[in-house]
Every structure is written in C-alpha cells, then in structure tokens.
C-alpha cells in the first residue's frame, strides 16, 4: 500500500475505514474510503493462521493456535497504526465464537492489538456475507449466496440488499479436512463419508431455503474461488458452476491419493489439504438444495462489514431496525420505554465525563431501557428474567455476541436483586463500566414506575468511582411514599455490589 495512502493525518479522516475478519482459516484486513457514498478498496492482507485446526474436541484452542493468532495481529496492528478505534472494526468468527477459552484469547491480544474484537454469531457472520455481496454486484432478482469458511459455512437467501434466509452450518474445510482427509489421504469412501455429513448438516435448512428459492446462486471467498479457478483452469467449464463440473474434479482428486502431491492450475499450496473437504461440502449443497448453476463473486464477509461501517457514518444503524422490530414483536408500551430511556440517558449525560463513558455505551443504555419490558407478554411476575432470556437468545441482526449480552445483562437486573456472579466476563466492556449502565438503567425504572410523564422534578446527578450522588427535591420525595421507600432499597441493593448511591433528599425526609 503506498505510504501515502497511510500518512496519520490524512486517516484521521473518518472517510477512511479497516475492516478485519479473524476466520478459522486466515486472518484477512481491508483496508478502504468512502468516495461520493461509495467503498474504494486500497489495500488488503491475509495471512493463514489455521485457528479452526487448533480446535480440539473439548473445544479447547491450542496454545501453538493462540500464537500463531496474535503474531498476525500484532502484524496487523502496526498497519493499522494511523488509525483511530472507531475507523477500524474487527470480526471474529466461527472458531472464537465456538472455543471455550476465547477469553483467554482476547484477553492476550489486547497486549498486542489495540483494536477491540467482535465475536458475532453465525446468523450475523452469513448476514454480513449477504451484504458484501449485495452491495458489491447489483442483481435485480433473489439470490442463494453460499460462503464456505474454516470451521462453518453460511448460507443466505436475499433480495437487493435485504437478507430474507440466514443459516451458518457447522462445517468448514479445515474441521471436515482433518475428520475426513487426514494427512492429505483421498479416496471415494473418504468423499462419501464428508458429503453425506455434509448432507446431514445441511437437511434442517433445506426446506426453507427452497421455499424461499432464487434465481441466482452466489459463492465467495477462498474455497469456491479456488474450486472455480481449478475447473476453469482443467476447461471443465468457462467461469460458472455445475454439478457435474465439480463431480469431475472429485473423480480427478480420487485418481491422485494425496493432497500433497497435487499440481493444479489455480491451487496454491495453502489450499492443497482444504481442497478435497471444500468441495464436499459443495458438492452437499447443490445435491440438497438442487442448486443448477453458481457463480463466484470477488466479496463476502469484509466488505460486507465495510458497507455497514459507512452507514453508520451517515448514522444508518441497522441495529436500530432491529430493536424496533423487537418492540413491534412484543408489543412494547413505548410510551413507558421512551419515558425510562429518557430518563436514563438525562442522569448519563450527567455523569458520563466521570464515568468515562461513550457514545455507544449511551445507544446500547437507551436500547436496553425502551426492550426491558419484552418479557410482560410472557408473565409480570419475573419479567426481568423473560426479558432477558429473549434478548440473550433473540435474532438481532447488527449486534456482536457481546453487545446483545450487556444489553440482556442490564436488562436482568434492571429489577430486583444483582447477581454479581452472574455478571459475565465481557472482553469489551470493563467491569465497573457494566455496573454504571446497570444502576443508570435502575435508577430511571424504579423513578418511572408509576407510567406517569408529569412525575418527575429536574434530575441532578454526580457520578465519582463506585458511587452516584442522586439530587431530588426533599419536598417532593416527602409527597412519593413508596419511591422514597424504594430508593432506600435500591441503596442497598446496590450496597451488596460495593456501589453507593447518594441521594441527600432522602435524609431529609427520613433524618433518622
């Protein structure tokens, strides 16, 4: 990339943006600007990693594994120097959402990697991949787009640029290369063998993805291209995909035994042992959803990440759709959620220099206050539980696995007893960070309770470490019997986590 395009104070402009993908195969960074409302690709990097092969059966990632990521993102970070934390977005997938110590994994690669990392979910992972698509090749009908990763493969059904089917399966060339064609062996039963567990993983999905159907089937990124490039490059076909083509590439690589010795035109050595697991689990996706042609498309998952970055420049927020298709479906008092989000973020504003917090800590805030009552339809009794186990397991397109989990977090305990050890151990947001949106949210609740929007006097607020000093009118705190009752509860609820919240009105209605 030429260094001028890196210069630090041409990136401060927030025209400028990366998009890093962490897959179970290779770790890839884009780099890219925003010309007249549209993305110019200026640099890319890719390095192979492998995560998903230090994935053991325990689910356990590899030390050997572990470093070889934070090498890469230690490389990725010094070009990534001239840019600020919000110009940069960083995706970890399938391996890092499946491993159980993916904690100790971000936790290491802060020391290294200053930018912070979003594991997303499967359902996130094939929408942004649908999005890459749609935003880089217009097609005017439906279309299958298909992406085969490391460890998992995504499956999207969409229209322009709205997704309308997202699965993510889990099968992926580097976890089916070492089940099915360890040490590079080939042969027919090993291809049988990873086809039908393929067709297996596949079955749940198929009858809603042929219902939805398409007029164009998509593949992207290394395996399809690779497979593409090869039959090309053996004249099984000029540039699109048919069954039978990728049946004769299965009969050539029968012929060969072993990985290792092949010498195909557009196969790098990289690819030699992902190449025979790749195309079985192809081979399972056009038998069972009887997919006639495909094409391969030079974008996926990075610019799909991209796209959304820029429209939230121009402060698109596809997560606001979401949480407003989430009031919509359970029927959300909005009057009331309104009223406690506007609540919440007056006492955030206030205190948020001293707390130190952030734009973002103030939208994900104002999302859980108008969502926490999702639950009601459910049952009254125990809402806050419902509620977040909606939020925990809901669909929430936009959303990484950790922001929709603060906000089912806060929601949990907007009520009621704090469960710290129930708190989970988040790799983007910091301990006491989570416990000030906690008490915000709380606090602007239990001052709502009564549904009223003419209740409450002008909110003054202080924040200072592990405490909030709350001002209320004592007059007015002597008229609201059960709210003063209320907030001497919430003292001491909040005593139990070591929080003070300071409200000197209350003394003066109860000196004793």
Known sequence: MNDTVL???????????????????????????????????????????????????????????????LMVLAQFADTLKPFAPQSVR??????????????????????????????????????????GVAHFEHFSGRRLVIDIGGGSTEFAIGEGLQPLRLSSRNMGCVSYGMQHFPQGRISEKRFSRAILQAEQELEPIVSSFRAAGWQQAVGTSGTVKTIRDIIVGLGFSTNALELAHLMALKAHLVEQENSYQLDLPGL????????????????????????EQMVYTDAALREGVLYEMSDRLQHLDIRENSVASMQRRYDVDMTQAERVSQTALTLFSQVREQWQLTDEDATLLGWAATLYEVGLHINSSGVQKHSAYILQNANLPGFNQEQQQLIA????????????????AFSLYQLPQVIYLLVLLRIAVLLNQKRRNDLLPELIATGSSQS???????????????????????????KKIAFVLDCPGLAEVNPG
């Not at 949990?412 to 704090?418: D, G, L, P, S, T």
Request: charged share 25%.
């Open 7 to 69: 210069n630090a104070e041409r990136l401060d402009n927030q025209a400028y943006m990366a998009a890093v993908d962490l897959g179970s195969n290779s770790f890839h960074m884009v780099i890219a600007r925003v010309v007249d409302g549209d993305i110019q690709l200026l640099h890319r990097e890719k390095q192979k990693v492998q995560l998903a092969e230090g994935l053991n059966e325990q689910l356990v990632l590899s030390e050997e594994a572990i470093e070889r990521g």
């Open 90 to 131: 960083v995706i970890a997938t399938y391996t890092l959402r499946r491993a159980k110590n993916t904690a100790t994994f971000l936790r290491r690669a802060k020391t290294v990697f200053p930018f912070p990392i979003e594991v997303i979910s499967g359902q996130e992972e094939a929408r942004f991949i649908y999005q």
């Open 268 to 291: 790098t050595d990289d690819r030699k042992l992902l190449l025979c697991s790749g195309l079985a689990i192809l081979i399972a996706a056009f038998n069972l959803l009887q997919i």
């Open 409 to 424: 977090t806060l929601v949990r305990f907007h009520r009621r007893k704090i469960r710290a050890d129930e708190i989970p």
């Open 468 to 494: 909030l000093q709350l001002h209320l009118p004592a007059d007015w705190l002597a008229q609201q019997t059960l709210l003063t009752a209320d907030l001497q509860l919430e003292q001491k609820a909040l």
